[in-house]
């Protein structure tokens, strides 16, 4: 079947597709559910992953697949995503099928508080995760449209929740990469070695020099050394004219 066939056959009303350029992947999205946008991409960047030797890679909170889709593009290991949102889940398994992925991606519906059921504890190498950012409180601002409050806010799943399961699944010395906002560090920090994740690298991400962060990118090594923690440079996503920074179009672009 033609790939232009193949379009109209698997996007569903309200859908549109937008193109992961790098790794030259269609991507099913929907204003109608929480798309990705650059965190996921930074995130997928950051992760370091294992190109040849056999590792098992599992991304949390995977939405419709964006991170486990650019995964693709630096490891020859397959990649398993987990949502628990049956909507997205069904994006994504139509983009492994738009773009004949099927060896390279899986998706699992499933609850993370609930997935050493059906992923095996002290079993995976590397885990990436693009979280809920905002804390569950009766004063937060929600978004009426469901779809987007699961996204945003930790209703379904907290943080200590999280980096729980995470160091749950990952084996000794494996490795977990994190996107997530400034003002939750201290919180991420508490969580992470308080379930025997011990940070190694963080990356503050700042929309332009004179602007405050306002993402990190933090890796974690499970049963790591306490010591060694690195600050790395800071990542500016545009230069002063408001157009992308050339480091972060090569992330985008490969420019």
Known sequence: MEKEQMRKILLKKGERLDVLKRENIEIIQSSSVFSFSLDAVLLADFASVPRVRSAKIVDLCSGNGAVAFLLTGKTNNPVVGIEIQEKLIDMARRTVELNQLEER???????????????????????????????????????????????????????????????????????????????????????????????????????????????????????????????????????????????????????
């Open 105 to 255: 991606v899986t998706f699992i519906h499933a609850d993370i508080k609930k997935i050493t059921d059906q992923i095996r504890p002290d079993s995976v190498d590397v885990i990436t995760c693009n979280p809920p950012y905002f804390k569950d409180l009766p004063t937060s601002t929600k978004n009426t449209n469901d779809a987007f409050t699961l996204a945003r806010h930790e209703i379904l799943l907290s943080l200590p929740e999280l980096m729980k399961k995470s160091s749950q699944l990952l084996k000794m010395n494996g490795h977990a990469y994190f996107v997530h906002r400034p003002d939750r560090l201290l919180d991420i920090l508490d969580s992470l070695r308080n379930n025997r994740l011990a940070p190694k690298r963080i990356q503050f991400v700042y929309p332009r020099m004179g602007k405050d962060a306002n993402m990190i990118l933090i890796e974690a090594i499970k049963d790591g050394k306490e010591d060694g923690l690195k600050i790395l440079p800071p990542l500016y996503v545009h230069d002063q004219t408001g157009d992308y920074s050339q480091e972060v179009k090569e992330i985008l672009f490969g420019e």
